[in-house]
Each structure stands twice: as structure tokens, then as C-alpha cells.
């Protein structure tokens, strides 16, 4: 009788930690982060617009991130009842992200985040090239349907940057 509890109790203690052994995490200190998606939207009241980009962040703290973005925005846009023009810009920035879902969600799979933009924006048309600040503030989420990929979902506000994107996330 002894050797079976025994056993049995060596069962549940393996069991439940090679449960956590497997259990996906939120976010850790670390972990590198690769977004990489489209987007639309054009900049703050200027027509609509397709975006393609992705950033890159590695986990400084167990809730911070930091890293770089770089996208490449397509839109159009006309000041008052004048013609279309067609823009390119290219944003650059750093950011950093708060992750902030490991203090309230219990789904491991889920990782909230939010943080600040900083950068420069190459912009242009056919009559004019030139450069402009990039600052703003991000949020996004992240569900890893397996460990080390999965989908993100970012809303951005603030000056050149990309009001939303959507994509693959991938966790190194």
C-alpha cells in the first residue's frame, strides 16, 4: 500500500511540473520578439493607405522590452477638394513595450503590451523627399498558438506612425 501512495505521489509531483516545465509563458526577460504584418490606415487625416513592416524586441526586464521597428507605408491623400497625390514614407523607430497582461491574465498563450515610439520617417512623392519625427505610442496583443509562433494584433496613435497593423509573431 505504501509503494502505490508512494508511487502515486511521484506521479502527481511529475506530473504537475512537467506541466509547468511545457507551460507557455506570457513573456519572459530574454525572449527575443519578431512582429512582422500589414497594415493600413494612411497618416492622422490623410486618406487611406498599406503598410508592410515588422519590428524586433528583446526582453530586458521580466515586463519590458525594447527594440526597433521599421515599416514602408504606401497612401494617398488631397488637402481640401484639391487632387490626389501618392506618398511613400519609410518610418524607423526604437520602442519599448510594458507587458502587462502577466499581471491579470491567466491565458499563457496572450501577451498584452504598450510603449512608446521614437524615430525618424523618410517621406516622399514626386515633388518632394525629405525627413520627419516619428512619436508615438503603441499597443498590441500576441497569441502564440504554438511556443514559438503565433499572431499579433498593434494599434499605434501619435505623429508618422502606422495607425494598425496585423501579422505573424515569432518568440526565439
Sequence with gaps: MKKILSTLIVIAI??????????????????????????GGGYGFYGGGFAVGGSFEVGVHEFISVGAQ??????????SFGPKDSYVSVPIAAR?????????????????YAGPVLGFSIDGNKYYTGTSIVIGVQAGARYYFKPAMGVFA???????????????????
Excluded: M, R
Design 14 to 39: 511529475l506530473s504537475v511540473t512537467s506541466k509547468s516545465a511545457f507551460a507557455q509563458e506570457q513573456f519572459q526577460k530574454g525572449d527575443k520578439l519578431l512582429n512582422v504584418g500589414i497594415g
Design 96 to 112: 519599448g513595450s510594458y507587458h502587462y497582461g502577466k499581471h491579470f491574465l491567466t491565458i499563457n498563450a496572450l501577451d498584452l
Design 70 to 79: 521599421a515599416d514602408l507605408n504606401f497612401y494617398n491623400y488631397s488637402y
Design 154 to 172: 498593434e494599434f499605434s496613435g501619435g505623429s508618422n506612425v502606422i495607425p494598425a497593423k496585423v501579422g505573424l509573431s515569432f518568440k526565439f
